[in-house]
């Protein structure tokens, strides 16, 4: 049977239909969100879904918290995030709401995020950008664990590391192929 124009193959309608994209992590319980075609999301992208009922491509765990908790408002301004570290995860047990202020707020005592009138005023007084030695970056290209993890560990945003990561790996590749 052919499909009518417009139509989105895997969307999904139902908390249901979400889940049964996941892979369960027997150790974690975590239910790890893929791709309609069964492929694992990058860990530098928000796994997103098609909403068939709505046409839209939410964030998976705004999704599922969403359809887990019809009766709870969730207004644009909170952010959904999950308790377990696991960026694929949309578990709605995992899940919590609250509002991107408080997140923001706990962000900056937790030293990860700065204000841009912070990073300014820091950088005014001669602050350097980068605290972070090659000898640590090397460590943290070769590591195994998460960019999250090692973002943490290294005290720097996980989307840096993830950047540097692909410049490594993109080097890599080079000399693979010159080698
Ligand atoms: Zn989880």
Known sequence: MAFPTGTHIGGVRTLRDLYDRC??????????????????????????????PENCAPSAKRLAFRLAHPDKPLPQTWVVLDTCD??????????????????IKALTIEGVYRSATKTIALREA?????????????????????????GHAIGVLHTHVSQKRIKHRQAHMVMGVSA
């Open 23 to 52: 892979v369960i992590d027997k150790l974690t319980g975590c239910y790890r969100i893929r791709k309609a075609n069964g492929k694992p999301f990058s860990e530098s992208e928000t796994p997103r879904v098609w909403f068939t």
């Open 86 to 103: 696991t960026f694929d995860c949309i578990y709605s047990r995992h899940l919590k709401a609250e509002p991107r202020r408080d997140r």
């Open 126 to 150: 001669g602050a350097k950008r980068s605290r972070v030695s090659p000898e640590v970056w090397q460590w943290a290209m070769e590591s195994t664990q998460s960019t999250r993890v090692v």
